[in-house]
């Protein structure tokens, strides 16, 4: 019995691949109806779930936080007391890890809108007023609260009041004007 064999191949002649017709039109089609279908999706998305709306202010319990820092700060820790309804505190920070340069921060947004903070700190008055004040530029003008005599700073976004004692330097800042720092500065107890 005599078995034939294939003469050997030495390569493959390279073989030339058909498009089916029509497949083109296809492809382009199924992208824009893919797209379509992702655009339409997030159209559902954006307009159908819920947002959270609101003004973006996250308002924060302060009262914990004031407490502790009266107990701890080596000078008298300031907050505002009777505000009317509609403030938010925003920020609340007491620092007394070095009972030296002690810092003490409470901000709120008042109903304006407007940012309004006092910072208190028993450190280096420059560079606590540097940072407090963001590098505001002491003014000639000064407001009386309370019979203590405030100095006026003005920076590039806040005004400040800022009062030095030999204890401590105290900083009312914000957006808001000098006279709605002087209205809040009255506040401080």
Sequence with gaps: MATESAPAQTGTAPTKTQKRPGMAGKSVRDMILSLLAVMAAGFVIYYFVPHSGGDGVHPVQYQAALDSAERAAPYQVLAPTGLPSGWNATAVEYDGADPQNAEWTLGFIDPAKQYVAVR??????????????????????????????????????????????????????????????????????
Excluded: C, I, M
């Design 120 to 189: 208190q700190s028993n450190g280096p008055a420059a560079a606590f007023l540097a940072d407090a004040t963001t590098n505001g530029v002491k003014q000639t003008a000064t407001s009386t609260v309370d019979g203590q005599v405030w100095s006026h700073y003005q920076g590039d976004r806040y005004r400040a009041l800022v009062l030095q004692t030999d204890k401590v330097t105290t900083v009312v800042t914000g957006t808001e004007s000098f006279a709605g720092l002087e209205k809040f500065a009255a506040t401080l107890k």
